[in-house]
């Protein structure tokens, strides 16, 4: 079993910049896959970013070009690192972790951009 915190949402204007991150509960070595999804109000939950332990990347088209993933396989955390934000980006944002074929989340940290 894994725990999962999100933090680092919070109030941005467009154009700005956030970082995410996602603190395990325990080392992060043996989660195979590792992700971002986000759910805003009204919309399903929905794929931004994953990364493996290898470290392939995978993106969302929404957000290629202005976010990137990043895990630190030696410890305990994932990031998300949010540049050029736009509205359309306001959301919850889930950390996701695929262990042993076990899907675990973190309940989310909200990231509002106004315009």
């Known amino acids: 079993q894994v725990q999962l915190v999100e933090s680092g949402g919070g109030l941005v204007q467009a154009g700005g910049s956030l970082r995410l991150s996602c603190a395990a509960s325990?080392?992060?070595?043996?989660?195979?896959?590792m992700g971002w999804y986000r759910q805003a109000p009204g919309n399903q939950r929905e794929l931004v970013a994953t990364v493996t332990k290898a470290g392939t990347t995978k993106y969302a088209d929404s957000v290629k070009g202005r976010f990137t993933i990043s895990r630190d396989n030696g410890g305990y955390a994932m990031y998300l690192q949010m540049n050029s934000l736009k509205p359309e980006d306001t959301a919850v944002y889930y950390c996701n972790a695929n262990l042993f074929g076990f899907q675990y989340w973190g309940k989310g940290t909200l990231v509002t951009v106004s315009s």
């Open positions: 325990r080392s992060i070595f043996s989660i195979n896959v």
